[in-house]
């Protein structure tokens, strides 16, 4: 008997799943797709950009399209909790050559707007480490400085505060 229909074969232990299990391992595969992203975005709170000028003060910035742009700076919150003081990050890219080599305090400057819309006062907090621009590289920033939760208008500047600098255009930041 070469052949007989009584002879069971052996698998190797692996079953195909039901078409049930399937249908929950697809869903769980899809859901996974688009609740990570939205959860890491949650937890990243806001994103600003803006444009790094120069040839400013402290709290006179005036137009972005008259100053050359010399950078680009990012604002970033993060989610929190509860609220209270939790760190703004600020990120900065200047291209080669854009600003003279030596050390530069950068700042978080709120403004303080009237009834109006005109700017009446700014409050600048220091980040913990100076910007050093060496020849010939680019830059690449990170500091931090602590926000009340809220929603700022908020300012990037680098620079001495009682001497010329370099701002980015003042935006909306909400510190969650």
Known sequence: MLWSSNVRRFRSGSRRPSGRARSVVAVALVSAFFLIPAVA???K??????ELGGATGYCQYSNAAAA???G?????TFHAE????HSVRVDIKLRAGQIPAGSYQVWLVTLYRDE?????????SPLADLMTVKNGGPIDFR???DRYSGEYELQVYVGPIWGPGYATAPALVDVP
Request: aromatic share 4%.
């Open 72 to 76: 680009k700076v990012q604002i970033t």
């Open 68 to 70: 050359p742009t010399v």
């Open 41 to 43: 975005y949650a937890a």
């Open 45 to 50: 709170g806001t994103t600003t950009r803006a």
């Open 82 to 85: 509860s609220p209270g003081i």
């Open 143 to 145: 500091g931090t400085a």
């Open 116 to 124: 109006a819309g005109q700017v009446s006062g700014c409050a600048a």
